[in-house]
Nanobody, 127 residues
Framework: QVQLVESGGGLVQTGGSLRLSCAAS????????IGWFRQAPGKEREFVSA????????YYTDSVKGRFTISRDNSKNTVYLQMNSLKPEDTAVYYC????????????????????WGQGTQVTVSS
């Protein structure tokens, strides 16, 4: 089992920044890829970004490329999502998730490929 807890969400104006954190406990965190997803009201949960177990490879959905940066600190069992130049369309509940199979490539973008999920953190961007 892997337990994930997100934090860092909040209310920010257009153009502002937030840094989300995903703290993990349980299985050896450094063996698993981590993804960030988001879900806006009335919409399906969508992929945002993912990072490999070492942090050496990352992937982003097109709408956040150049604005969001994913990183991880395995010594702290934490993955981060730095979000800059935020837009109202970034408003959503953000979730982190762990791929339950160790050291898997390629990085997954489908929610069904992730086995463990956090409870989510709300990000609201005002116009």
């Amino acid at each position: 089992q892997v337990q994930l807890v997100e934090s860092g969400g909040g209310l920010v104006q257009t153009g502002g920044s937030l840094r989300l954190s995903c703290a993990a406990s349980g299985r050896t965190f450094s063996n698993y890829a981590i993804g960030w997803f988001r879900q806006a009201p009335g919409k399906e949960r969508e992929f945002v970004s993912a990072i490999t177990w070492t942090g050496g490879i990352s992937y982003y959905t097109d709408s956040v490329k150049g604005r969001f940066t994913i990183s991880r600190d395995n010594s702290k069992n934490t993955v981060y999502l730095q979000m800059n130049s935020l837009k109202p369309e970034d408003t959503a509940v953000y979730y982190c998730a762990a791929d339950g199979r160790p050291r898997q490539l390629p990085l997954k973008t489908d929610t069904s490929r992730y086995d463990y999920w956090g409870q989510g953190t709300q990000v609201t961007v005002s116009s």
